[in-house]
């Protein structure tokens, strides 16, 4: 976690998987289905988001399917955190799985769209200097955070079985 | 101790006598499932970056149900890899466009009450109906599944769902799932372990409860239980699993005294129930949306298109036609199930009424390949309704029952199967 301060883009509730990777395009490449994340809800989001942005959105955040490309497409576009009163469990373990930092906060909303937050370890910062809790993440899910991922675990494991 | 299904059923995969909730336990996997889209295509790059190789191919089902058949040169390369795949990694398990996973799973006696299953993909709950601890996985974690063998869980809160009394005629698992759905939200089960119960639930058929387990996904469940009794057994001696495999299949059952957090309903008071677009959580009783006007009535997907869904809508399309400017589209769940669909004289009624009956795969619910066409107004008997799913985003999906579709086709309108029975 750092410092830095990170543009919001703020969405409503119920943020599901098809808005974030749309079926028509799952037969394609991570890419492809980036330029359509969230195109329904925000069409400028695909084309005008910048590594480091984070995602505020309300409740239930990535119901639906159990496609992890809906995540995949958050981290081929560079956003840092997902920052949400709550989140679909299925998702919640998708995006640990690739690496994406998700932040349980019951105060979400009360962040602006186009507002500057930091990611502090203790809270998310407003511009304003109030500090929004969020819920503790397990170490294991950190790791996987601070890996970039299951993937890069597993490789570390195998590296390790190798040298044993 | 005492404790709930979900409780024993993990305890169990991870080697423990007992398990509390909240702890965070390592299972061992009996069964991975997971399908064209989510399947081959992802894993295969993946294995092969690692340089490992998968756990136990006898424990691994692929099932070629989402791209199937092959809209285009896109799909076409996507089922070929999953194909090329199955030989490549001698899967003895590959089941070929011959129906949707969840229905062809417990088809094929795959799925037995004790098991500890994951599948790639969100309907995968539909094995608890088989009291089997049954959740969907993306694919990177699949990928961690098939190195490993093993799943990390947190043993979830259980609540359950106990329905009272005995369901109206026409009003089934479908309506009740839509009911709860419309009550606690899609995301009201919080990822904890829902388990139904009650004399309602314990009188429907596999196929029905199969429904109910299916849309604990839209609950926001990680699994739907059901605990394993006669029915159970008698299922899965048709499908050939051996008798001695169920011994002890009624032991997977929660104790009397487990806590969970219980929440009750009367069957016989449920009517038909419709989700208005775009969420299943908008659903109502069918009086709220009678005479909406309906370009496309749907039956298909693992949620509606089952052998009794069809049976469903042949009791109401009997010796019937559908109204004028509405189609029909049937696909049903399995060939297996169309197959005794045709046996019985199913089949034959839904075509007489005016279906056109399409494959035994996923189709227009997973909206990866054929859709509905701009602004049209369906009633379907699928599980999701969000937006742009099912085709352009200006198309209006309601969900509802098999019964309630086949009402609906009938006048062209949603309509009470009630008045039709």
Known sequence: MTTHKSYVWKLGADIDTDALAPGAYMKHGI????????EAARPDFATKVQAGDILVAGPNFGIGSSREQAAGVLVHLGIKAVVAPSFSGLFFRNAFNLGLLLLTCSKAEQIQDAEFVSILPTGIERADGDLLPFQPIPDF???LVHAGGLMNVLKLRSLEKLHA | MSQTLAQ??????????????GDLVTCKVDLAMFHDSSGPRRLKPMLKELGAKIWDPSKVVLVMDHYVPAQDADAMQIVQIARDTAKEWKLPNVIDSEGICHVVLPERGHLRPGMMC???DSHSPTGGAFATYMFGIGATEMLGVVVTGEIWVQVPKTIRMLWSGRLQQGVCAKDMMLHMIARFGMNGGHYQAVEFGGEAVMALGMQERMTLSN???ELGAQVGLIAADDVTSAYLQSVGVKQKELQHASDWQGDQDAISDDFHFVASNLSPQVAAPHSPANTKPVDEFVNVPLDVAYIGACTGAKLEDLRAAAQVLRGQKIAKGIRLMVAPASARDQAQAEREGVMQILRDAGAQVLANSCGACAG?????????TVISSTARNFKGRMGPASVQVYLASPWTVAASALRGRISDVREFL
């Open chain 1, 31 to 38: 890419d492809v289905i980036a330029q359509h994340c969230l």
């Open chain 2, 8 to 21: 024993k059923l993990i305890a169990r995969a991870s080697g423990r006598s007992h398990v509390a909730v």
């Open chain 2, 215 to 217: 849309m604990s996904a």
């Open chain 1, 141 to 143: 899910l950190m790791r």
């Open chain 2, 368 to 376: 990866y390949g054929a859709t509905f066409e701009d602004k049209a």
């Open chain 2, 118 to 120: 994951v599948g790639g």
